[in-house]
Every structure is written in structure tokens, then in C-alpha cells.
């Protein structure tokens, strides 16, 4: 049975997820035209020289989400690498998409970059798990 900390989980997995392919997907790239994507940070992903980089901005926080689900379930590290696996595999799905649509095209860049963001966020968790581990490690009573 799913308890309501899975739904939430599951449902905000499925919205970072299909933000990804939305955003990787529309007919047109300028994210200025995103309602929801508030103005400075349209501004900054619209500019040239941050096109491919980008990319990794909605990985980084699905990074964190997941990550953070990984490490308050204490999931071994192979789970974190699968996890990242899947992460990729939905940026080279997104980025194989655009080689369909009209004024987007595939670029091995954008795929690098997401897998980037996706490690990024994970690995923020990983080290504030492994800090918060540690701290309490060393302030237990019988330390």
C-alpha cells in the first residue's frame, strides 16, 4: 500500500520528470515565454552563452528530490548510481525528442550538462546525509 509520503513523492517525481520533457519539447526554446519560470531566471537561460548549461537547472532540483528520498530511506550507494542512470536516460530521451520538433535540435552538450545536474543534486544530498551522519556519529554519548 502507498502511504501519502510516496504519493507526494511520486506525484512531485512525475512533475520534475515532465517539466524536463515540457520544457526540452516546446516548439520554442525561449523560456521567457514559460509562465511559470520567474523573470530573472528566464533572463539568465535565455542568454547564448547559458543554452546548453541550462539543461542541468531542473535536473539539479529532481537531483535533490530524489536524493533526498534515497537518503531518508538510507539506500545503498548502487541505488544512488541507478538513480543518476535513470536521471540521464530522461535527458537523452528529452534531447532525442527535440531532434523532432521545429526550431529545436539534439545536442550532445545539453545531454551533458543534465547528467551533470542530476549529480549535482545528488551528490548535495549525499554530503549533507554523510555530514549529518557524522556530526551525529561524533556527538553520541559514547564517542
Known sequence: MLTMHRLIYYFL??????????????SQ???????????PIAVWADKQEN???RTAVPL?????????????QRR?????????VLMFA?????EAGQYFRAYRSFDVADIVW??????IGLALIAVLQ????LLRKTSSPGH
Open 114 to 119: 543534465g547528467g551533470v545536474g542530476a549529480a
Open 51 to 53: 543554452d546548453t548549461i
Open 60 to 72: 539539479v532540483g529532481l537531483g535533490v528530490l530524489v536524493g533526498m528520498q534515497l537518503a531518508w
Open 90 to 94: 530522461l535527458v537523452i530521451l528529452a
Open 13 to 26: 517525481v512525475t512533475i520534475g520528470a515532465g517539466l524536463v520533457l515540457y520544457l526540452s519539447w516546446r
Open 29 to 39: 526554446p525561449v523560456m521567457g515565454y514559460v509562465w511559470f519560470i520567474p523573470k
Open 130 to 133: 554523510a555530514g549529518y551522519l
Open 76 to 84: 545503498p550507494i548502487w541505488q544512488w548510481l541507478a538513480a543518476w
